[in-house]
């Protein structure tokens, strides 16, 4: 077990096991910190948006995990940031939030983009949301170029 990341100030650590990445969300309501509204809601989206990567799921009363798949590769933070490859990956994003609308994945940055030659990825769908009531295809799409030319 290795502890990849441990944010105390949003309760929520990310551990990787031999087979798989587990995220715990810890303390007080620990349901509110995802962008949907509940942790049944958010893996029903995740199992029909991103039907592969939910291995399993369980919630208490101060701690809830989310254990995920491992996806080969690395982040887009660690490549060689070319034309060819922002092209690549804004297309993905795109098409994704197309697939995805009226949710939308909204954290489209390099950390959570993974790239594995040809195929690429989004993992920490942590965010995912009702994004048309608040916004329009457009805003996404400006906040996927946003985001990927951090």
């Known amino acids: 077990m290795i502890v990849v990341s441990n944010n105390e100030k949003r309760k929520r650590k990310v551990i990787k ?3 798989r990445y587990r995220k715990l969300w810890y303390g007080e309501n620990p349901e ?3 962008g949907i509204r509940s942790l049944d809601e958010h893996i029903r989206l995740l199992k029909r948006y991103v039907p592969d990567f939910v291995i399993d799921y369980g ?3 101060k701690e809830m995990f ?3 798949k491992i996806r ?3 982040q887009l933070r660690h490549c060689k940031f070319t034309d060819e490859l922002k092209e690549k990956v804004r297309n993905y994003c795109i098409h994704n939030l197309n697939k995805t609308w ?3 994945h909204r954290d489209w940055t390099p950390t959570n983009i993974i790239i594995d030659n040809d195929s690429i990825y989004l993992v920490d769908w942590d965010n995912i949301f009702l994004a ?4 329009t295809i457009q805003d996404m799409i400006d906040r996927i170029d946003e985001k990927i030319n951090q």
Do not use: F, T, V
């Open 66 to 68: 989310i254990d995920y």
């Open 72 to 74: 080969p590769g690395k």
């Open 17 to 19: 096991l031999s087979d």
């Open 132 to 135: 048309s009531k608040e916004y």
């Open 32 to 34: 509110q910190r995802l």
């Open 102 to 104: 009226p949710y939308a």
């Open 59 to 61: 919630i208490a009363e």
